[in-house]
């Protein structure tokens, strides 16, 4: 027998037994709720059983490495590895709440081909990682992946055309078994047993390695595909780099490593989904050293209201004058930052600054008055000057980076995102990736990688009628579980679903104003931006009393009520204050809030909710203000397409 020493925290069990080559192992959540059972033998499965009921069935899994070594299959057992963690997670950059408890059994399989299994189960759902120690250079052929589920169960599908994607998908509701071989979704996913349970499917620690993409089999199963390694690409533009000829293998890395983790989230409510941590807790821990200087906050955004600013004294456009305008307005609210997005350079060359635009002047007048500069670029030119541009950047004393258009996951374009998000952490830029794919831990690792898009978000509405209240009130469940979700919420004009259309200059969004106010406490993004105009926010003071006090981090997060697909009731804390945010589908209903989550004391409540009207105008809204305590219950009124928005603070 083999002995391997791991350094552990003094309440961690630790033990080693040897097994035999055709076996099952067993391993429990620390509430006893969560089973896992491995066989191994011929093959290697696991099965998955909550409440004593299977909702993963045997599931083949294996790994194919250079040139044909399938571990997995025939494959003997030196020996197994077993603790148990229950401690608490200090988080660098709060979202769902300042602290995570991590608590988990695990187990590690050893095996005599060098490579091992490493099973956790949480109370909230279930995790395994391959590892391997072959040493020098491999090729990852493939990795068999195969979910098996032992019913008719159905699944939210962000259906794929292509592994060429920004991941910003609707989430259509199929049976499984409807869904052929030959369509493929991008992750997260979230599978319905339809007796009450969510499994929520994603990676965390993507690292050196593609994406996981999820295909159908015509029947209860779903099949994982991945991305090849990348061999030729053809530029097209100054942002789309097309795969012009790919390897027959996946990755090519080292032989001595782990791989990504393969998350189930498993639910006893629909709202777990919302406050799970599994992606946040499998990540490898935060790689900055002092992390002091990365502060989360609002963004005042230009490109999607098209610069529409108005009853100014100069041309609104890409100019130093307008700039200055967006810092003035984000000063006046507290708001941290603002963003030059796209023509701030001449594409294809960050160094050449475009007519009209002084950006160091545009810094130092942020300085001056408290609000950071965060600059767009193009991921492929930001690729081509990395370390000049960067070291720009912050000679010009810049707040961060929005990079754009990766629109790949493939294993080259994962380390382009580690190794944009390390450099600009040198020089202590916060990192926005757009045009990407989901958060996949990466933001625990380097917390200056703050936000991140891979969600079909407000800039649609520009082009598009399918950012609907039902889109609105699913991907709280399923992308947001994977991770931060620059949705870019705050659009002011609101414009029911029957009247909607898309406009390009003049963007609107569907649903009622409460529903864009309520974005700012449902949605999680430590970088959240303001979509419209400084003017039309002017023209909105009541609105921009919410809108410049809630915050876009937090301590606690508690859900309320909530139904995938229907609606969204929650309450989450920052500091003293507490905030509630509801949203709804295209059906109106009525909900209470309880606010037992209380501390004792008198409280008041401030509350903007939807205006008697707002079926017919999605702008019609109301502010009241009440006085309440932890015994308290609000009545929340939605209309269709509706919202609602609190913030509770101790009465002096």
Known sequence: MKYFQISILPFILFFLTTISAQTQLYLLSPDKK????????????????????????PSTISMNVNNGIVLGENSKIDETMTNSVDHIVNRIVKQKSKDVRENYKELKILFKEDFALTFRAYNEGVAYRFEISLGGEQKVNSENYSINFPGDYSIYFPEEESFQSHNERS?????????????????????????????????????DYPGLWLKGTSDNSLTGIFPNYVLEEKQLNDRDIEPTKRADFIAKTKGNRTFPWRIFAITNKDGDLITNELVYLLAKPNQIQDPSWIKPGKVAWDWWNYNNIYNVDFRAGVNTETYKYYIDFASKYGIEYIVLDEGWYKLGDLLSITPGMN??????????????????????????????????????????IKVDFMQRDDQAIVNYYWKVTREAAKRKLLVDFHGAYKPSGLQRTYPNFISNEGVKGLENNKWSSNITPEHCVTIPFIRMFAGPMDFTPGAMNNITKESFKPMFTQPASMGTRCQQIAMYVVYESPLQMLADSPTNYYREPVCMEFLAKVPS?????????????????????????????AMTDDSPREMVANLSFLDDGNYVAEIWQDGINADRNGNDFKKVTLDVTKDSKLKVVLASGGGYAARIFKKN
Not at 376 to 395: G, P, S, Y
Not at 560 to 579: P, S, T
């Open 34 to 57: 969560t089973e896992v059972i491995i066989s191994v033998g011929e093959n290697i499965s696991f099965s998955i059983l909550k409440n004593n009921k299977t909702i993963i069935s």
């Open 171 to 207: 989430y259509i509701y199929l049976p499984l078994k409807d869904i052929s071989e030959k369509r493929f979704a991008s992750l997260p996913v979230a599978v319905d047993t339809k007796e009450g349970t969510l499994i929520g499917i994603t990676e965390s620690d993507l690292e």
């Open 359 to 400: 950006v160091q002047e545009i810094i130092n007048y942020g300085k001056q008055k408290n609000v950071g500069v965060i600059l767009w670029v193009v991921w492929k030119t930001l690729d081509n000057q990395l370390e000049v541009a960067l070291d720009q950047f912050a000679k010009w004393g810049a707040a961060g």
């Open 553 to 581: 981090v937090w301590d606690k997060t508690i859900v309320l009520d909530a139904k995938i697909a229907d609606y969204v009731l929650l309450a989450r804390q920052n500091g003293n204050d507490w905030f509630v945010g």
